[in-house]
C-alpha cells in the first residue's frame, strides 16, 4: 500500500492544468492508482485509498515548500492539496464495491463503471475545493473536460489491464499445459507399472494355491521334512505377494483421480507424439513425426491407450538410428477403432518376427551388454488384450517400414458409449 501510495504521489507531478486559476490537476496519478487497484485486488481499498490520500497531500506539500522557498506557508499548501486527498478516498471506497463483481462486466461496461467513479470523484474533488476556498462551483463549465478526461483515462487503464490480465491467463495456460503433460507421463507411467504388477501378483496366487496343493500331496504320503519345507516356500510367496499388494496400494495412490476423467483420441496422438519428439532431441535423431486421424471422440480409456502409444512411439524413436519418419494414424472400422504407429527403422529381423511379443525377448542393449528395461513388447500387448483389443506386427522386415496395429472396440474406447 505504501509502495503504490508512493508511486501515485510521483506519477501525479506529469500532469497539465486545465483551469486557469485553479489548482486542480489532471495527472498520471489517478491512472497509476486505479491500475494498481486493478491488478492488486487482494488490498483493502479503502486503506489504500486513505494512505494514498494522505501520502499525495505531504509530497505535494513538500514540494511546494522547496520549490516555494518558504514564500508559500505550510497550512495553506495543506488546504490547497487537501481535496486531492479525498479525490484518492472517495475514488478507493467506490471501486471497493465493485472489486468482487467487475470480473462479470464486459471490458466496456467496467470502463464505464470505472468512468464514472472516476468524474464523480473528480467533482467531489472540486466541490471540496470551492468550499475550502469559497470559490463558485462551476459544474457545467467543467463537466465536459472532466468526462472526456475521465473516459480516455477509464478505457486506457482497462486496455493495460486487459492486455495484463490476457499475458497472465497465457502464462497459467502453458503451466496449466505443463501439469497436464506431467499428470499424463506420471499416470502412464504408473498405469503401465501397475498392469505389470496385477500381472504378477496375479501369477504369485497361481504359484501359492500350486505350492500348497503340491504340500498337501506330500505331506499325505508322510515325507514330513519334505512338506515342511514346500510349506515355508509356500508361506515366503505368501509374503511376497503381501508386499507386492503394499506397494500396488502406494502406486495406485499416487495417480491424480481428479486430473481428468476423458480426452479426445487427437489429443492422446498429439501428447504421445510431443513427448516422443523431445526424446528423439535427446538422443540427437532427427525424426519427423506425423498423423493422420480420420476419427476423433472422447474416452475415459486414454491412460491405457497413452500407455500403449507411448511404449509404441518410443520404441519406433529408438529403431530409427539417425533420420527418419513415424507416422500414426487412427480411423474407424465398422465397430472397430484402428490405430497404426509405423517407422522407417532398421525393421525387425525375420528369425524375430514370431518371437518379439514374447515376455522378456528384446533387441535392445545398452554398452555394456544389458537388456533394456522397458515396458515391452509383451506388455503392451496384454495391455490391449485387457481392453478387449489385439496387436499385432503388419510388416517389419529390414529396410521396410515396420507398423504396428492396434484393434480395439470403439464402445470400448468411446465415452459414455
Not at 479426445?264 to 513427448?275: G, M, N, P, T, Y
Not at 480409456?301 to 507416422?327: C, F, K, M, R, W
Request: aromatic share 10%; proline share 2%; hydrophobic share 40%.
Amino acid at each position: 500500500m505504501i509502495l503504490i501510495a508512493i508511486v501515485t504521489a510521483i506519477a501525479g507531478e506529469f500532469k497539465i492544468t486545465p483551469f486557469s486559476g485553479e489548482v486542480f490537476r489532471i495527472g498520471l496519478g489517478s491512472s497509476t492508482f486505479l491500475l494498481c487497484l486493478l491488478l492488486m485486488r487482494h488490498l483493502p481499498y479503502v486503506y489504500t485509498g486513505m494512505i494514498t490520500g494522505i501520502t499525495v497531500l505531504l509530497f505535494r506539500t513538500l514540494e511546494d515548500g522547496i520549490t516555494a522557498h518558504g514564500a508559500i506557508s505550510l497550512s495553506w499548501s495543506m488546504q490547497t492539496h487537501l481535496s486531492a486527498t479525498l479525490y484518492y478516498m472517495v475514488f478507493a471506497l467506490a471501486m471497493s464495491l465493485i472489486k468482487n463483481k467487475w470480473d462479470n462486466f464486459h471490458p466496456l461496461v467496467l470502463g464505464l463503471l470505472l468512468c464514472m467513479i472516476d468524474l464523480m470523484s473528480n467533482e467531489l474533488e472540486l466541490l471540496a475545493r470551492s468550499l475550502i476556498f469559497h470559490s463558485p462551483y462551476m459544474f457545467s463549465e467543467q463537466l465536459v473536460f472532466i468526462t472526456v478526461t475521465a473516459v480516455v483515462r477509464s478505457y486506457f487503464v482497462v486496455g493495460i489491464y486487459s492486455s495484463v490480465s490476457i499475458n497472465q491467463m497465457r502464462v497459467l495456460h502453458s503451466e496449466q499445459q505443463k501439469r497436464m503433460e506431467q499428470m499424463l507421463n506420471t499416470n502412464s507411467g504408473l498405469y503401465g507399472e501397475v498392469f505389470y504388477l496385477k500381472k504378477s501378483m496375479d501369477t504369485i496366487e497361481q504359484i501359492t494355491a500350486k505350492s500348497h496343493n503340491l504340500y498337501e500331496k506330500v505331506n499325505s504320503t508322510g515325507l514330513k521334512s519334505y512338506s515342511r519345507t514346500i510349506l515355508e516356500i509356500t508361506q515366503q510367496i505368501h509374503e511376497v505377494k503381501k508386499d507386492s499388494q503394499r506397494i500396488l496400494a502406494g502406486l495406485l495412490k499416487l495417480f491424480d483421480r481428479d486430473f481428468a476423467s476423458e480426452m479426445r483420441l487427437a489429443e492422446v496422438v498429439e501428447f504421445a507424439i510431443k513427448s516422443n519428439h523431445g526424446y528423439s532431441g535427446m538422443l540427437g535423431k532427427k525424426i519427423q513425426f506425423t498423423s493422420d486421424i480420420q476419427t476423433d471422440y472422447y474416452s475415459d480409456q486414454y491412460i491405457p491407450l497413452l500407455t500403449v502409444l507411448n511404449n509404441l512411439i518410443s520404441n519406433a524413436v529408438e529403431a530409427i538410428e539417425d533420420q527418419g519418419s513415424i507416422h500414426v494414424t487412427i480411423y474407424e472400422k465398422g465397430a472397430e477403432t484402428i490405430l497404426i504407429v509405423s517407422d522407417t527403422g532398421v525393421g525387425i529381423a525375420k528369425q524375430d518376427k514370431d518371437m518379439i511379443f514374447e515376455p522378456g525377448f528384446t533387441t535392445k542393449f545398452n554398452q555394456e551388454g544389458f537388456a533394456a528395461t522397458g515396458i515391452g513388447l509383451s506388455h503392451v500387448r496384454d495391455i490391449v488384450h485387457s481392453l478387449g483389443g489385439d496387436l499385432h506386427l503388419r510388416s517389419g522386415e529390414p529396410s521396410s517400414k515396420t507398423t504396428f496395429v492396434i484393434t480395439l472396440l470403439t464402445d470400448t474406447l468411446k465415452k459414455g458409449a
